[in-house]
């Protein structure tokens, strides 16, 4: 595993430590309105600040460009930069919804190389680095070999509508038809 891609680990854990903790007392929460349905916490901010802090003694000479607190770094144009959304998800977790991440990204001359999804609630780590492969929790994952979009399976948050009515999906899934899945069945995504 790449050492960037370790440290990136490494950061993700110390935030899921902060946003954890904080799940425990959501309505205690000073929250912020960025734009309407767009908030910020102070989970937010801490776990932003987690993340930095480990990258920064790490690597002091990489540029941050993190949600919250927008560009950072010894200069905006170094060959690196770390991209965080350190709650990906804000919504959710304050309605006590348990679909959230962390995300954590390292980009060299602004191509992505390595990347860290990190959902706190069932300790799933995704990774990926350019050239490698992705992995859930070190084991290799795959797209599936379905060569045409009509055998595939696509997930969405949102039921897609009878066959014949897609014109709201991009063109290259109008009349398509792939078999549609949610991340739960109708009945837990109400719950």
């Known amino acids: 595993m790449h050492p960037t891609l370790n440290i990136a680990i490494k950061a993700a854990r110390r935030a899921a430590t902060v946003i954890n903790r904080a799940s425990l007392d959501v309505d205690l929460l000073r929250v912020e309105t960025k734009s309407p349905n767009d908030f910020v916490t102070e989970v937010d901010r801490a776990a932003e600040e987690a993340i930095i802090q480990v990258l920064r003694d790490a690597y002091p000479s990489h540029s941050i ?7 950072t770094g010894p200069e905006a144009d170094t060959e690196y930069q770390w991209i965080i959304d350190p709650l990906d998800g804000t919504t959710n977790f304050l309605h006590g919804f348990p679909q959230y991440a962390i995300s954590i990204a390292l980009a060299r001359r602004g ?27 070190d084991r290799r994952i795959r797209v599936s070999k379905r060569l045409r979009l009509q055998e595939a399976l696509v997930g969405t948050g ?18 398509a038809h792939p078999e549609n899945r949610r991340p739960a069945s109708p009945r837990c995504s109400s719950a």
Do not use: C, I, W, Y
């Not at 460009?65 to 560009?71: F, N, P």
């Not at 191509?111 to 680095?129: C, I, K, L, W, Y």
């Not at 949102?158 to 009349?175: K, N």
């Open 65 to 71: 460009l993190a949600e919250e607190s927008g560009e």
């Open 111 to 137: 191509v992505v190389e390595q990347a860290v999804v990190f959902d706190p609630n069932r300790n799933e780590m995704f990774t990926a680095s350019k050239g490698a492969g992705a992995f859930l929790n």
């Open 158 to 175: 949102f039921p897609l509508p009878p066959v014949r009515q897609h014109r709201h999906l991009p063109g290259h899934l109008q009349g």
